[in-house]
C-alpha cells in the first residue's frame, strides 16, 4: 500500500519525503487554512519537495466553474491531481478533466455506490474518508474492503485513498482491506515506526553494545 501525507505543512512533507517512503500528497480546503497561505504558492512549494501526485482541491461549486479551476490548478505541475467533491458537478467536471488527460481524486466518498460513480467517470482516485465514518459509527474497514472488491471484480483502474485517517488502527485496517493508497496525518505516519518492544529492545543492544 503506499503512503501519502495528508498535510500542506511543507516542513512535515519535507521531513516525511526524508525518510524515502512518501509516494504523494493530499490537501484539502481545510489544510490550506492553516497555513495561511494561497493554495498555487502551497501546492507548487509541495510540487518541488515531492516526485509524486499532489491533489489539489476545487472550491467552485458548479461543473463548468470546477473544470476552469482545474484547468488552472493542472498547469502549476505535472504532478497535480484535482481533487473534486463527490456531487454530480464534481462527477461531470471529473469526467471531462480525466479527458483532457488531467488526473482526479473524488473525495469525500463514504458509499459503494458513490465509489461507483467516480469509478465509472475514470477518476484517477477515489478517495472514502475512514475516520468521518467511524465518527458517525459507520463500518470504515467494510467500506473500503467492498470498495476495493467492486475495483477487482469490474477492473476499475480508480486508486483508492483511504483518507480521514486519525490512529495506526485505520492504517492497519486500510492495508488489510485492499486500498492501494492511505493518505495519513503527519503525527500518525510518524508514529507507524514505534512499539514498545523496539524501544525496549533498543535499549537493550545499546547496553550491550557499551
Ligand atoms: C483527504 O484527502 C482529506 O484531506 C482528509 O483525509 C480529511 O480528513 P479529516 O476527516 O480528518 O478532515
Given at each position: 500500500m503506499k503512503l501519502f501525507i495528508d498535510t500542506a505543512n511543507v516542513e512535515e512533507i519535507r521531513e516525511a519525503a526524508s525518510y524515502g517512503i512518501l509516494a504523494g500528497v493530499t490537501t484539502n480546503p481545510s489544510l490550506i487554512a492553516k497555513e495561511g497561505r494561497k493554495l498555487e504558492d502551497v501546492i507548487q512549494e509541495i510540487a518541488s519537495l515531492v516526485n509524486g501526485p499532489i491533489s489539489a482541491e476545487v472550491s467552485e461549486g458548479d461543473a463548468e466553474s470546477m473544470i476552469a479551476q482545474g484547468r488552472e490548478l493542472a498547469?502549476?505541475?505535472?504532478n497535480i491531481v484535482i481533487k473534486l467533491p463527490m456531487t454530480w458537478a464534481g462527477i461531470k467536471a471529473c469526467k471531462t478533466l480525466v479527458s483532457e488527460g488531467i488526473k482526479t481524486n473524488v473525495t469525500l466518498c463514504f458509499s459503494v455506490d458513490q465509489a461507483l460513480l467516480a469509478m465509472e467517470a475514470g477518476a484517477t482516485y477515489v478517495s472514502p474518508f475512514m475516520g468521518r465514518l467511524d465518527d458517525a459509527d459507520m463500518e470504515a474497514e467494510a467500506l473500503i474492503r467492498k470498495i476495493a472488491d467492486v475495483k477487482a471484480l469490474y477492473g476499475y483502474e480508480t486508486e483508492i485513498i483511504s483518507a480521514s485517517i486519525r490512529n495506526l488502527k485505520h492504517v492497519e485496517m486500510a492495508a488489510l482491506a485492499g486500498s492501494d493508497i492511505a493518505t495519513i496525518p503527519y503525527k500518525v505516519l510518524m508514529k507507524m515506526i514505534e512499539h514498545p518492544l523496539t524501544t525496549a529492545g533498543l535499549k537493550i543492544f545499546a547496553d550491550a553494545a557499551k
Open positions: 498547469k502549476i505541475h505535472p
